[in-house]
């Protein structure tokens, strides 16, 4: 089976990739992660992303595309495979198509995980870090012993500027307007599949599972 997942960060989608992972026996292809392998292993497109990871910018379509491509030529994902942060884009999801076409397969299912705005705030605004030793927190899902107090070294836990609630409502902005064509291109395609994300990760999990059973 071949999926990929939509759906903005803290929605829980790398949580239910793992899970379908382990069930299904196929592997999460996670951007960041093949991105880093390319270049540890020293690929053709691997040495032209290296200066942009280096200099810590955006890795361009083309250098990613041609990373995901050297992915999907391999062994392990013949059975399928979970895509995890790619395509982010109409233009990779073009892209794709075209990769996708090249090696005899397609897509199967494409599942967002859709969350509401003030619940991503929510769960994405309590979390907090050890000023002193990092150690990360979330006061909803991973509270401290004591309140806004690290456990491991009694340090004052913050929160990053990154995870207010105005930065996130931007962010999460940012996200749809992105995703939108992709949400489209997909539903043109009858391929794609809304997950209410709002529950427990189990109640998600049986979602997904409900949508990927009947593939
Ligand atoms: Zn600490």
Known sequence: MRIILLGPPGAGKGTQAKKIEEEFGIPQLATGDIIRLAIKEGTEWGKRAEPFVREGQLVPDEVVIGIVKERLSRDDVRNGFILDGFPRTLKQAEALEAM??????AIDVVLYFDIPAEELVRRLSARRVCESCQTPYNLISSPPKNDEICDRCGGKLVQRPDDTPEVIRKRLAVYEEQTKPLVEFYSRKS????VPSSGTI?????????????K
Request: hydrophobic share 50%.
């Open 100 to 105: 996708l076409q090249d090696l005899g397969i």
């Open 191 to 194: 391929l794609l599949h809304v």
């Open 202 to 214: 189990e109640e998600i999990y049986a979602q997904v599972k409900a949508i990927l059973g009947k």
